[in-house]
């Protein structure tokens, strides 16, 4: 069995995500620890503990993700997440950046690591530094590998794998990307999002909604044209005389067809994005998930089967995508 | 079971014709009292400080309603208003009783064209975390079952509800 694990921005999100059948459940600090950093969204101490409470009563787990990279100037304030996810009793705590790790496993020996997707570990020889170093369990691979490089990693891998099985794909810089910063002066690496809200403004118009991201127009929907996040790399841009998704297309990552592929590899965890989004995404995106994998490891559902109950769970996850369609990314990359 | 089109059109004429008749000072009072009451845990937390001084409207498209909640520190006020707001959220009353229900992610109802947001985004995504952060099993009196029902019959609603959309692809000036 593969562990399903599902994206928390407050409690009720968190109760909605193990009512549904999440094994697992990750969340983050209200600063910018996490990359999820928006106003009104993550938990305070008083919402930890209810939270962890909630899950463990239930048989689940919670990962706490401190995977922002620490401002120079302020090492204490992610330290001090470390201390605190420490104290919750955090069953593993998601990190990226080599000194926090460095710290988490000097202080707190018995805390297991995850490695953070914003790492962008993605070879052998990278798991190999983060374990031997630092005793990490699992790392969460980058949405770049194709799935026969899931695979080969997967077969030598000395961790855990968790791997994206739904929701929002970015540019695939993970850990590593500047964009936002280049308009807004924060990146998501270090102040936790990709376009900071207080950058963003929508604007209806007799011609359509514009997003302009600190005054820079990035995108410009037409009547009926599906919307996405107001990041950069998901504009529009006039390139050579011809408008079009420059950088990236806006899509959602959607591996259900891959789950018999990642079982027979060996991959222990499937992870759901979403943190920013509502109770309703993720009861809904959870709950299907669930019985596409239950249908897999415990009814042990035939090829035919499994392909018809796809389409349902396909159209209901399809309506929560970001952009127009749900792809397999990378993994069906066959030229990589 | 999900609600469909036609009646979604009935029931929206039926409450624009109720609340444009009503009187809007009770309606006001109502509003602020069942606000401060289902937010009240967040009032304590300190969770609303954020809208001290500010201004948010709601508007409900096909009805032409347009209300203003503020927060003076202590309680939350709503009445009908045709004052400016730092933002602005507007969608049609079944999306806002989807929402309300939660039978729909706001962030879904966004991409889809279904919820506008205007004027300052990180105050109305403030909003929009908190009220996605109470607990609505934790409500008062008859509300948690009235919510469950409500989001039986709603949800669904979307995907049949959302018109086929475009695709963004990109296309020549």
Redesign the interface.
Known sequence: MMELVCPA?????L?AAVDNGADAVYMGFNDHTNARS????NFSDKQVDKAIDYARSRGKRVFVAINTYPHPARLATWEAAVDRAAAHRADALILADLGLMAYAAERHPLLPLHLSVQASATNLEALRFYTQNFGVRRAVLPRVLSMKQVAQLAAAAPCDLEVFGFGSLCIMAEGRCHLSSYVTGESPNIAGVCS???A?????TPQG?QTRLNGVLVDH????????Y?TLCKG?F?VD?????ALE??TSLNTLALIPELAACGVKAIKIEGR??????V??VVATWRSALDEYFIHHSDGVTLDRKRREWD??LR???????TTLGAYDRVWQ | MTIDENLQLRVTRLLGRVLRKAPRRPQALLASAALNRVLGEQIADGDMDFMAGKALAIQVRDLDLRWLIRFDGDRLRAAPAAAASDASISATPMEFLRLLARAEDADTLFFQRRLVIEGDTDFALNVKNVLDAVDDQSLPGPLPAALTVLRRLLRGGAAEAGKPQRAGKGVAP
Request: proline share 7%; glycine share 10%.
């Open positions: 921005g407050n409690f009720t999100s109760k928006f106003s009104g969204l900071p809200a207080k963003v403004e929508w604007r209806e909604l929907y037409a009547a009926g044209e599906n919307a996405s107001p529009r006039v005389g011809r408008r079009s998704h297309e806006p920013q989004r509502s109770p309703a995404y009861a809904q159209s209901s309506k929560h995508a970001e952009g127009v369609q």
